[in-house]
């Protein structure tokens, strides 16, 4: 069966603040050493199962001319422009619709833009597996991440160790992020994965789910499809899109249907979820420090510092976050990196939308 990929592209990246902007947000930014954004490397990883002809990008429409630029090599009609945005169900739908168009049917995979994987050849033979169980009956695949630490940012995945389907287990049901306690009971137990956020089925499969849990959905995207390749194509998904829900396909339909497993992922999954991922993805120096820029540092340990061409010089420094860009200065202990979107929300309140 015809492999395809659905990217999806379409978020801000509020908590890499001030580096990602409305106008340049995370997944479009180079985090590694390597020089290739977020967007390059995950579609880069995904070629050895994935055509690039075959692979479409689900983004927000001010984002058309970025994906163009980085991925001049993706057919433009397979930039799929969300007039707005709604949550993952209304966006993998789309992204169901404009396949379900091409092909009778056809593997789906969903990948997030701003993940990063360590170890490739391990993610393609998990990609591989997750395939092969997605083809056989209706199957909904996700792939879970074994977790190393109980984090408290992630939704987890609760699997059956006794109902193994070759690489493949039944899923028991999804969790929300749990406190402390919580994460570390579930570590204990092994019998959760992390929600990566990754997903693998048959279109069909999707669509026919959409229609049994999400009918309005459902039936927005049957005009949508009905208007690929007309002249009225724009308008239509301009208006259906607009009257759907914000909804997330977790909730909608994953949390509710039958026949869903999960594959355990052990490459080297980052979602690079805040700046405190950088010391995950860069080696730390003999101090601590992961810097990038002109900078000097002088009895400070374990910061994460990020400048550009103007000097930065660190004195007597702890367990901080600095990032410098042009016009914004972010300096943040790390336990409050995650607070980083309330600046945001100030900025908004006092209409500095410069700086958004």
Not at 1 to 22: C, D, H, N, Q, V
Not at 79 to 100: D, F, K
């Amino acid at each position: 069966m015809r492999r395809t990929a659905l990217i999806m592209a379409g978020g801000r990246g509020e908590r890499f603040w001030p580096k990602s902007r409305r106008e340049m947000p995370k997944q479009f930014l180079s985090l590694t050493n390597d020089g290739k954004t977020m967007i390059q490397l995950t579609i880069e990883r995904i070629l050895p199962v994935v055509d690039m002809a075959d692979i479409y990008i689900a983004t927000n429409k001010e984002y058309k001319e970025l994906v163009k630029k980085q991925l001049p090599e993706i057919p433009e009609k397979n930039i799929l422009c969300e007039p707005v945005g709604r949550n993952t169900a209304p966006c993998i739908g789309l992204g169901a619709v404009h396949i379900a168009s091409r092909y009778e049917d056809a593997i789906m995979f969903v990948l997030p833009s701003d993940h990063l994987i360590k170890y490739n050849g391990m993610f393609i033979n998990t990609l591989k597996d997750a395939a092969e169980k997605a083809e056989q009956d209706e199957n909904l695949v996700t792939i879970g991440i074994t977790p190393d630490y109980p984090e408290t940012g992630y939704g987890y995945i609760k699997f059956n160790g006794d109902k193994c389907d070759g690489h493949a287990f039944e899923v028991d049901c999804f969790v929300e992020k749990p406190n402390l306690e919580t994460a570390k009971e579930y570590i204990a137990s092994e019998e959760y994965l992390w929600n990566s956020g990754m997903f693998v089925w048959k279109v069909s499969t999707i669509l026919s789910r959409f229609k049994e849990y999400l009918p309005d959905i459902y039936t927005g995207l049957n005009e949508i499809k009905n208007a690929i390749g007309s002249e009225h194509e724009d308008l239509v998904l301009e208006k259906t899109f607009l009257d759907f829900r914000s909804e997330s396909v977790d909730y909608g339909i994953m949390e509710k249907a039958n026949n869903i497993y999960t594959l355990p992922g052990t490459f080297g999954w980052d979602d690079v979820g805040s700046w405190l991922a950088v010391e995950r993805i860069r080696k730390t120096n003999e101090f601590g420090n992961v810097v990038s820029g002109n900078i000097i540092t002088i009895d400070t340990k374990n910061c994460i510092i990020e400048g550009d061409k103007k000097l930065i010089a660190a004195v007597g420094l702890k367990d901080l976050v600095i990032v410098d860009t042009e016009d914004a200065t972010l300096i943040c202990d790390k336990d409050s990196a995650g607070d980083i979107k309330k600046v945001l929300e100030n900025l908004k309140i006092c209409n500095r939308n410069e700086y958004l």
